[in-house]
Structures are given as C-alpha cells and as structure tokens.
C-alpha cells in the first residue's frame, strides 16, 4: 500500500520534555508538509520541505524542529520552547513541488501531562 | 459558508438531499483549489480540485464550482449520505517567494440525519 503513515497516533508529553512525531510515505514525493491544528479551526504551516536536506519556516515554526535526511521521512520534534502544544499535528507531502494536490497521514495527537 | 479565517460554520442536511458547501477565498492570484473531507480524529482526504481556467468540475457524487469574478468556491454532493458527514476544508494555493504555499479555510461540519 502507498501513503503516508504518521507515528504515534497518541503522545503524551511531560513539561520540558522534547518529543518526536514521526512521519514517512513511500509515494516518491519530493514535497513534505507539518501541520498544527487545533479544535475547530484550521491547518496552520509549522515547517514544508520542497527537497531533502532543506527544508523552510511555515506560520508557526517557533517552539519546533524538523529535518529531512531522506525523502521519505519528515520527522517533527516538538521543543520545550512550545509552551502550547497540545494539538493535532498533520503531516502531509506532495508531488512535483508544492502546486500538486497534498495526501496527509492519519494525524498525531499531542497531549502534555 | 465559510471563509478562510472565520469560524467553523455547521451545515444540517436529511440523508437524501443535496448538499452545497461554500467558500470564499482571498487570493485573485490563487489559481489551483482543492477540497478536502476530514473525519472525526483522522486526517484530511482530498475530495476534488480545480484549477482556475475551469468553472466547474465534477466527480462521484460531487462537483466543484468557481467563480473567480467573487472568489468564490462550492462544494456540492448530491444524494448525501450519513458516511459524507465530516467536516469539509477548501484550499487556496497562491505564490509565495516563487513557491505555492496552500492556504486552508477553518472548514464546514456536515452533520448528514438518516
């Protein structure tokens, strides 16, 4: 099967903890995407990546960290910087740059105990 | 309807109807549109785009129309079913610094009755 599988479903993080949301397709997509969203609202851009081993700011980049050492993996580290994480974050790639059409993956919620 | 940046409105249907999901968007150099179905706790599917030299398409169930003149997109899905219940987002890709950055509105709830 191709697509885009996100990992874990559930997270909980402590206060002042770092915590990874995991995020890999396999549809050859140059393009990747993370998304925040909170309860009725919207997707608001954290970080996108057009390449490997490059990757730009969205909105809302403070408080996060991503990196892109392979194609398919965009994986999203959520700093103690983000005073306000508790959210459902989506991951989302796209081929031939950014003009195509995005498949997201099934979401991570973050949860902070 | 909607518009990107306002709140989520809720639109009720009986299972049967036809149901005709709207939003305006900002960017008049906004050239590719795309909507999207989100159910409850998973992730956006795409649904059915658009570019802008077209005024209408359609799919399965479900047509997309456009009116650049207003900015204005639709969604609409005929002969609804309680599985099309979900919240609705359209999505706006405009240039920015030579790259197409999507811009998603706050979304439409579906809530379809049997």
């Known amino acids: 099967d191709g697509g885009i599988t996100q990992s874990p479903k559930y997270l909980f993080r402590k206060e002042g903890q770092n915590v990874t949301l995991s995020c890999e397709q396999n549809l050859n997509h140059d393009a990747m995407y993370w998304y925040r969203q909170d309860p009725g609202q919207g997707l608001r851009l954290i970080y996108y990546s057009q390449i490997v081993n490059d990757f730009q700011k969205g909105d809302i980049a403070e408080g996060y960290s991503v990196s892109r050492e392979k194609k398919e993996s965009f994986p999203l580290t959520v700093t103690s910087a983000q005073k306000n994480p508790t959210a459902f974050y989506l991951c989302?790639?796209?081929?031939?740059?950014?003009?195509?059409?995005?498949?997201f993956g099934p979401g991570t919620r973050l949860l902070v105990l | 309807g909607e518009s990107v940046g306002l709140h989520l409105p809720t639109l009720s249907v009986q299972e049967g109807d036809n149901s005709i999901i709207n939003c305006a968007y900002s960017?008049?150099?906004?050239?590719?549109f795309i909507w999207y179905k989100q159910e409850s706790g998973k992730g956006p599917q795409f649904i059915i785009d658009?570019?802008?030299?077209?005024d209408k398409r359609q799919g399965q169930r479900v047509t997309v129309l456009l009116n650049k003149t207003v900015k204005h997109l639709s969604l609409q899905i005929a002969a609804t079913q309680p599985g099309d219940s979900a919240v609705y987002f359209c999505a706006e890709n405009m240039a920015s610094g030579g790259s197409y950055i999507p811009t998603f509105g706050r979304g439409t709830s579906l809530i379809v009755h049997p």
């Open positions: 989302a790639s796209s081929d031939r740059g950014l003009r195509e059409t995005q498949y």
């Open positions: 960017n008049s150099a906004s050239d590719y």
């Open positions: 658009i570019r802008s030299n077209m």
